[in-house]
Nanobody, 117 residues
């Protein structure tokens, strides 16, 4: 069974940027949907963004309203990596961020993002 490993989290000031990476141990080419979720302290895990195949080499992205316009999800099928570029970060974005391949029931271990002055 494949594995997903997130990286790129850390401490950043409000208004700052981070790029999260999710490296898969196997090929993600055949996985139609990859997604990012997050879980803040004391809250349930919530969906953040998805990237879904719409054609042989085309994909569509969708975002939670809370991150729309600030976060960008992308994937590199050659590097078997999914990214989450985050900008204009807010304290409310503080959470553990998880990468997922929902159809494969795969989850990473998570990476902590803390937004604080």
């Amino acid at each position: 069974q494949g594995q997903l490993v997130e990286s790129g989290g850390g401490l950043v000031q409000p208004g700052g940027s981070l790029r999260l990476s999710c490296a898969a141990s196997g090929s993600i080419f055949s996985i139609d949907i990859m997604a990012w979720y997050r879980q803040a302290p004391g809250k349930e895990r919530e969906w953040v963004a998805s990237i879904a195949r719409t054609g042989v080499t085309s994909y569509a992205t969708t975002y939670a309203d809370s991150v729309k316009g600030r976060f960008t999800i992308s994937r590199d099928n050659v590097k078997n990596t999914v990214y989450l570029q985050m900008k204009s970060l807010e304290p409310e974005d503080t959470a553990v961020y998880y990468c997922s391949a929902p159809s494969q029931r795969l989850w990473g271990q998570g990476t902590q993002v803390t937004v604080s002055p």
